[in-house]
């Protein structure tokens, strides 16, 4: 009789570990995610899901995206961040860090530089939000992550080159949002004027 009680409390104590709340985290953005639940931090890598057992009290999960550098050591692009609150916890809380927020979508200019000179980068040129990246792409550089910039209809991303020549994507609204929110684009020697 001891022994069935033994192997019952043994059961009960399993089935509560294994039904313990997990909080789960997909980074579906191009720069890494640092992740806070209850004051403990973990750096989740692009791409990457975690999944984290948490409590069965107030779960509060923040998250940031870990803005690049520039060569000066300045943050590029817009802070991107997001938090979730859940009373309860219960089975697997799933959530997603992204470009799609309450304030608003954001997009990822991926440079390659083509020519044979250093590139700075404004995003939204010409527009009411226009940033500069505050950055230097090198020539030969591809797929350069520069940060998230706020994403419009007429969205635009500007190079200009030592001489100030300018060349222009423009009108990447539509496209970035269908390619999930970050665009591939290529300068070449030929696009400046």
């Known amino acids: 009789?001891?022994?069935?009680?033994?192997?019952?409390?043994?059961?009960?104590?399993?089935?509560?570990?294994?039904?313990?709340?997990?909080?789960?985290?997909?980074?579906?953005?191009?720069?890494?995610?640092?992740?806070?639940?209850?004051?403990?931090?973990?750096?989740?890598?692009?791409?990457?899901?975690v999944r984290i057992g948490v409590g069965r009290g107030l779960l509060v999960a923040e998250w940031a995206l870990q803005r690049p550098l520039s060569a000066d050591g300045q943050p590029m692009g817009e802070?991107?961040?997001?938090?979730?609150?859940?009373?309860?916890?219960?089975?697997?809380?799933?959530?997603?860090?992204?470009?799609?927020?309450?304030?608003?979508?954001?997009?990822?200019?991926?440079?390659?530089?083509?020519?044979?000179?250093?590139?700075?980068?404004a995003i939204n040129a010409g527009l009411e939000g226009a940033l500069d990246c505050g950055c230097a792409v090198r020539p030969g550089a591809r797929r350069v992550f520069i940060g998230y910039y706020r994403l419009y209809r007429n969205s635009t991303v500007q190079a200009?080159?030592?001489?100030g020549r300018r060349a222009t994507f423009r009108e990447l609204g539509p496209d970035v949002q269908a390619g999930g929110f970050a665009v591939g684009l290529g300068f070449a020697n030929g696009d400046f004027r």
């Open 1 to 49: 009789m001891l022994v069935l009680a033994a192997l019952v409390a043994a059961a009960a104590a399993a089935a509560y570990v294994l039904a313990q709340p997990t909080f789960q985290l997909t980074n579906a953005l191009k720069g890494s995610v640092r992740l806070e639940i209850n004051k403990k931090v973990r750096l989740v890598q692009p791409g990457e899901t």
């Open 79 to 121: 802070a991107i961040l997001g938090s979730w609150v859940v009373p309860t916890p219960r089975g697997t809380i799933r959530r997603t860090a992204g470009p799609r927020l309450d304030t608003g979508d954001y997009f990822a200019p991926l440079i390659t530089n083509e020519t044979d000179r250093v590139l700075r980068i």
């Open 160 to 163: 200009t080159d030592p001489d």
